[in-house]
Structure formats: structure tokens, C-alpha cells
């Protein structure tokens, strides 16, 4: 059974950064589709961003998170990371990531076949 484990989420003041971990146990990242999803209580989960597998080179953002995060990889620690910059209020959420086949990634749901179990992302004064 694939299993992806997110770390690294916390309370932080608005305007403050945080950088989420993905890793695995399973097969290398590198070679699949990795997105981050957020869920907000009450809401929907929603794509924040997405990463293509191997050099494709092909990245995908949300409009409310475009300039603010970056996905990014490393290879040898088989992780991926999600780096949040100037956080506001309304990124507070549990924060997913998961794990998908496919040429080129989408921030859609149903293209992700093994997820995490989420880590808290508090924005608080």
C-alpha cells in the first residue's frame, strides 16, 4: 500500500512563510504527478498546485496561491515540497498531498489515486 506523509505544517502570524513536506515510502516521486490540496472547514477541498512527473517541467497553481507558493522537488530525499510565502487568514487548512499517473499534471481531484492524511495549516494574529 502506497502511503504519503505530509510534515512540517504549524500556526504562523499572517505574512509569515511555512514549507510542507511530501515523502514516500513507495516508489520514487520523480516518476508520477504530485499535487498539494488544501481543505478549509466547511469547504470543498481544492487544488493548490501540482508538479508533472520526471522533467517534464510542467507546474500548475491555484490563481489564489500563484506568486505566494512553490512545489518543488528533491529527488534523492524522494520528497516534495510545497514552500508557502506571505500566508494569509485564508490558507488556514489541513493540507493533502497526492499521488497520480499521467502525462501532465491537474490540480483536480479525481486524477489522485493515493493521498495523505493531511497536515494543519493555522494563519493567525
Known amino acids: 500500500q502506497v502511503q504519503l506523509v505530509e510534515s512540517g505544517g504549524g500556526l504562523v502570524q499572517p505574512g509569515e512563510s511555512l514549507r510542507l513536506s511530501c515523502t514516500t515510502s513507495g516508489p520514487n516521486l520523480y516518476h508520477y504527478n504530485v499535487g498539494w490540496f488544501r481543505q478549509a472547514p466547511g469547504k470543498e477541498r481544492e487544488g493548490v498546485a501540482c508538479?508533472?512527473?520526471?522533467?517534464?517541467?510542467?507546474?500548475v497553481y491555484a490563481d489564489s496561491v500563484k506568486g505566494r507558493f512553490t512545489i518543488s522537488r528533491d529527488t534523492p530525499k524522494n520528497t516534495v515540497y510545497l514552500s508557502m510565502t506571505r500566508l494569509e487568514p485564508e490558507d488556514t487548512a489541513i493540507y493533502y498531498c497526492?499521488?497520480?499517473?499521467?502525462?501532465?499534471?491537474?490540480?483536480?481531484?479525481?486524477?489522485?489515486?493515493?493521498w495523505g492524511s493531511g497536515t494543519q495549516v493555522t494563519v493567525s494574529s
Open positions: 497526492a499521488r497520480a499517473n499521467g502525462r501532465e499534471c491537474q490540480i483536480r481531484r479525481d486524477e489522485y489515486a493515493f
Open positions: 508538479m508533472s512527473a520526471r522533467d517534464s517541467g510542467r507546474l
